[in-house]
């Protein structure tokens, strides 16, 4: 069963860099798909970037290309987000997902989601 927990989540300034981790502690085996999405308040949920797991090709939103980087370890079976440059408009409570199928923007093709970790930017 997949199992995702983020963390790396705070409160920065403008300008400032994060690194969000996201871990399947379930430990699967198989070989999924991994997005971060994010949600500000009284917005809805938007997607990030993405990777996929069998070939790492990855995806991204057009507002953080160039600032954001999404990464994985397979061994470690952990996806990260490095953000970089971080603006006010960046801020949102930010979630990884997985599911079995290709990387996609749509947040209801992903079967799997971690709790949530929050991120404040301020200027």
């Known amino acids: 069963q997949v199992k995702l927990v983020e963390s790396g989540g705070g409160s920065v300034q403008a300008g400032d860099s994060l690194k969000l981790s996201c871990t399947d502690v379930?430990?699967?085996?198989?070989?999924?798909?991994m997005g971060w999405f994010r949600q500000a308040p009284g917005k809805v949920r938007e997607f990030v970037a993405a990777?996929?797991?069998?070939?790492?090709?990855?995806y991204y939103t057009h507002s953080v290309k160039g600032r954001f980087t999404i990464a994985r370890e397979n061994g470690k079976n952990t996806v990260y987000l490095q953000m970089n440059n971080l603006k006010d408009d960046d801020t949102a409570d930010y979630y990884c997902?997985?599911?079995?199928?290709?990387?996609?923007?749509?947040?209801?093709?992903?079967?799997?989601w971690g709790q949530g970790t929050q991120v404040t930017v301020s200027s």
């Open positions: 990777i996929n797991w069998s070939d790492g090709t990855t």
């Open positions: 997902a997985a599911d079995s199928k290709g990387a996609t923007m749509l947040p209801s093709a992903y079967a799997y």
């Open positions: 379930g430990r699967t085996r198989g070989r999924y798909a």
